[in-house]
C-alpha cells in the first residue's frame, strides 16, 4: 500500500475501515487533557471491553443472590463455566475444541504441561527455548530441569541471534535441532518474542522439532488474538498463553492451554479435570475428564474468566482473517511513520509481515538514558506505549480498537519526544 504521513490519510484510511465501529465496544482510558490516550499496549494489557462489565456484574449479581446455587443455577452456570470459553478459544489457536482449556494461569499452566512433557531420559536431556526468552519462562524451565535433579547450566539451552542481530533466524532454530535434536527433550518457544515482537514459524519448529524426537511447546503470551495459529494441523504437543494482553480479559485473567489431542498422557491433577459426571462423588481414584478439561486442577476463577467471554464474542464478530488484513496494514502504516524517524530510531521487529504481528519494537538512538527519556516525554504525550530495557520501547496498534489516527498521533508525539530528548 502507498501511505501517505498526514492525518487526512489516516482519516480516509479509518473511514474505510470495516471494523472501525469495534473501538466503540471498548472502554478508553483517558489521560489529563480528558481526551483518549492514544493506546498502544495491548502487547502488555488490553483494554477493557465494555460488556466485560456487565458479565462480571452479573456473576456477582448471581452470587449474591443465589450463594452456592449459582454454581448450577446461576444464568451461565459456574460449575461448567470454562465450556463458555473452550470455542472462541479453539477458533483463535487453530485447535479442536477438545484440545484447549481456560484455566489458571500463564506460568503456572507451563510448569503443568512441562511437568508431563519434559521426561528427560538417557542423554536426550535438554530444553531449547530462546535466549532472552521471558524471565517467567526461563525461571519456570530452569526449576523444572532442576526439580528432576538435572543442571540448568547444562539442560538448558538458550539459542541466541547472531552477535550483532536482534532476531533469530527461523533457520537457526532448525539448524540446531538438525544438528542436537538427539540431546534435545523438548522445545520451548514464543509465537512471538516478546521484546523484539519477532513471530516465528510455528509449523516450521515443531516439524523440526518432530523430526529430531523432540516434543514442540509453544508460549502464546504474545501471539493469540494477534496472529493466525493453527495449532491441530501444525501437530504442536502442547501450549499455553495469558489473557490479558490481546485477548483483553483484564489483568490477572484466567490463563488457557492447549494439548494435541493425540496426548492422553499422566499429569498433574486436581478435582476440576476430574470427569463432570462423577467429580462429586469424591473418590480418591482420578478419573480425567476427555481433552483439555482433563488437565484442569481447580474450579474456575468465575470473576476473572467472565470478561474473556465479552472479548471472544468481539473477535467472533470482528472475524479472524478481517483482523488479521487490518492488523497487516495498521503496523505497516505505523512502520512507514516510524521508518521516516530514523536515524534516532531503528526498528528491532522484522519487516516481514508474515514473521510479525502487530507490535513493532522501536530502539531509540543516541547517549546512555535517552529512550528512557524520550519514553518518559512519549508518556505525557499521552501516548501509552512500554519500555524495555536498556533502549527500546514497544507500541503495539491493535487492529480490534486502534485506529490509524492513533498510528498517526503516536508517530507523531514520538517525533516531538524525540525533539525534547535530542
Ligand atoms: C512471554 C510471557 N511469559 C510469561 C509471562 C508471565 O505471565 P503470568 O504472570 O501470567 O504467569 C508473560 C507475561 O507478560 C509473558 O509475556
Known amino acids: 500500500m502507498n501511505y501517505e504521513p498526514t492525518l487526512e490519510f489516516a482519516r480516509r484510511l479509518d473511514e474505510a475501515d470495516p471494523l472501525r465501529a469495534l473501538r466503540q465496544r471498548f472502554a478508553l482510558p483517558r489521560g489529563g487533557r480528558g481526551e483518549p490516550f492514544v493506546y498502544l499496549c495491548g502487547h502488555s494489557l488490553g483494554l477493557m471491553p465494555l460488556a466485560a462489565r456487565e458479565l462480571v456484574l452479573e456473576e456477582l449479581t448471581d452470587w449474591a443472590q443465589l450463594g452456592v446455587l449459582g454454581h448450577e443455577h446461576a444464568r451461565r452456570p459456574w460449575i461448567p463455566y470454562h465450556e463458555n470459553l473452550r470455542d472462541g478459544l479453539a477458533q483463535l489457536t487453530g485447535a479442536r475444541p477438545a484440545e484447549v482449556v481456560a484455566m489458571s494461569s500463564l506460568t503456572v499452566n507451563l510448569h503443568l504441561l512441562l511437568a508431563a512433557f519434559y521426561r528427560p531420559s538417557g542423554t536426550r536431556r535438554r530444553i531449547l527455548i530462546e535466549a532472552g526468552a521471558f524471565s517467567s519462562d526461563r525461571h519456570a524451565v530452569a526449576s523444572q530441569i532442576a526439580w528432576r535433579g538435572l543442571d540448568p547450566q547444562e539442560a ?66 504474545h501471539s493469540i488474538g494477534n496472529m493466525p495459529l493453527a495449532l491441530h494441523d501444525i501437530d504442536a504437543d502442547f501450549a499455553v498463553w495469558c489473557s490479558y494482553k490481546y485477548l483483553n480479559a483484564g489483568p490477572g485473567a484466567v490463563g488457557g492451554c492447549f494439548i494435541h489431542e493425540r496426548h492422553d498422557r499422566p499429569h498433574l491433577a486436581g478435582w476440576w479435570g476430574h470427569e463432570a459426571a462423577t467429580r462429586f462423588e469424591m473418590r480418591p481414584e482420578f478419573h480425567a475428564a476427555a481433552g483439555a478439561a482433563g488437565w484442569q486442577i481447580s474450579n474456575p476463577p468465575i470473576l476473572s474468566a467472565a470478561p474473556l467471554i465479552a472479548s471472544l464474542a468481539l473477535f467472533e464478530q470482528a472475524g479472524l482473517q478481517r483482523l488479521r488484513q487490518k492488523s497487516v496494514a495498521l503496523t505497516g502504516y505505523l512502520e512507514h511513520l516510524l521508518d521516516r524517524l530514523a536515524p534516532d530510531v531503528e526498528l528491532l521487529t522484522p519487516r516481514a509481515v508474515d514473521s510479525r504481528g502487530c507490535q513493532l519494537s522501536v530502539r531509540i538512538k543516541g547517549p546512555n538514558g535517552r529512550g528512557q527519556r524520550v519514553f518518559d516525554a512519549l508518556t505525557t504525550l499521552d501516548v501509552i506505549g512500554d519500555w524495555r530495557e536498556p533502549d527500546t520501547i514497544r507500541l503495539a496498534p491493535v487492529p480490534l480498537y486502534n485506529t490509524f489516527s492513533d498510528a498517526f498521533h503516536g508517530a507523531q508525539a514520538l517525533a516531538q519526544a524525540l525533539r525534547l530528548e535530542p
Open 156 to 221: 538448558l539451552v538458550e539459542l541466541a541471534p547472531a552477535a550483532g542481530a536482534d532476531t533469530i533466524p527461523q533457520e537457526t532454530i532448525e539448524a540446531y535441532l538438525e544438528e542436537h535434536g538427539a540431546e534435545v527433550a523438548l522445545v520451548l518457544w514464543p509465537g512471538v518474542q516478546y521484546r523484539t515482537g519477532q513471530a516465528f514459524d510455528l509449523a516450521g519448529i515443531a516439524r523440526a522439532a518432530h523430526r529430531a524426537g523432540c516434543v514442540a511447546g509453544f508460549d502464546l503470551a
